[in-house]
T-cell receptor
């Protein structure tokens, strides 16, 4: 089975940097994804990690440590439009994605 | 490229009726499509994996006779909610993975592309 944990809610200020953590315990591992989802909309892809280390990707770099079962997503230069839910998802060997419960981020002025 | 569409975007139906939701990959071929369900303020829960030309694989707790999945072509998968009840009201989202069968390079082999979702309300 899959156990994926991330904080339920976070609040940050416009222009700041925020880090959203995700820990996982899974029976198989074939990559970790981060998605952004606005209310009532489908998730949109942000980043993908399969090897350890930091994947630099614009304002949304992501980090993975497979030995620790840990990932984080960085959101740099926060904008009001970044207020959304951020979903951590682990892919098993069959390509299906197992999602965490999501972190609701509120960006304040 | 890599666009997935869903139809309808929202539907309201009476309890006991059946509803069909279509998921199409518009510019790539998808051997495998996935169906997810999302209840309010909760995350996406995988319901089933749909494989072209074969039976779908359902996750534990998902009734295969209630949620009928057909994946008849490389660009279309359908989910039919049979004898819908109010507790089936949810946001249903499909995703597709580029199989690379079209002959060109697989653009995003590590990525699933999500449809815009279908909001189902059962009265």
């Amino acid at each position: 089975g899959q156990n994926i944990d991330q904080p339920t809610e976070m609040t940050a200020t416009e222009g700041a940097i925020v880090q959203i953590n995700c820990t996982y315990q899974t029976s198989g591992f074939n990559g970790l994804f981060w998605y952004q989802q606005h209310a009532g909309e489908a998730p949109t892809f942000l980043s993908y990690n399969v090897l350890d280390g930091l994947e630099e990707k614009g304002r949304f770099p992501s980090f993975l440590s497979r030995s620790k079962g840990y990932s984080y997503l960085l959101l740099k230069e926060l904008q009001m439009k970044d207020s959304a839910s951020y979903l951590c998802a682990v892919r098993d060997s069959g390509y299906a994605l197992n999602f965490g419960k999501g972190t609701s981020l509120l960006v304040t002025p | 490229g890599a666009v997935v569409s869903q139809h309808p975007s929202w539907v309201i139906c009476k309890s006991g009726t059946s509803v069909k939701i279509e998921c199409r990959s518009l510019d790539f071929q998808a051997t495998t499509m996935f169906w997810y369900r999302q209840f309010p303020k909760q995350s996406l829960m995988l319901m089933a994996t749909s494989n072209e030309g074969s039976k779908a694989t359902y996750e534990q707790g998902v009734e295969k006779d209630k949620f009928l999945i057909n994946h008849a072509s490389l660009t279309l998968s359908t989910l039919t909610v049979t004898s819908a009840h109010p507790e089936d009201s949810s946001f249903y989202i499909c995703s597709a993975r580029d199989s690379g069968l079209a002959g060109g390079p697989v653009l995003y082999s590590n990525e699933q592309f999500f449809g815009p979702g279908t909001r189902l309300t059962v009265l």
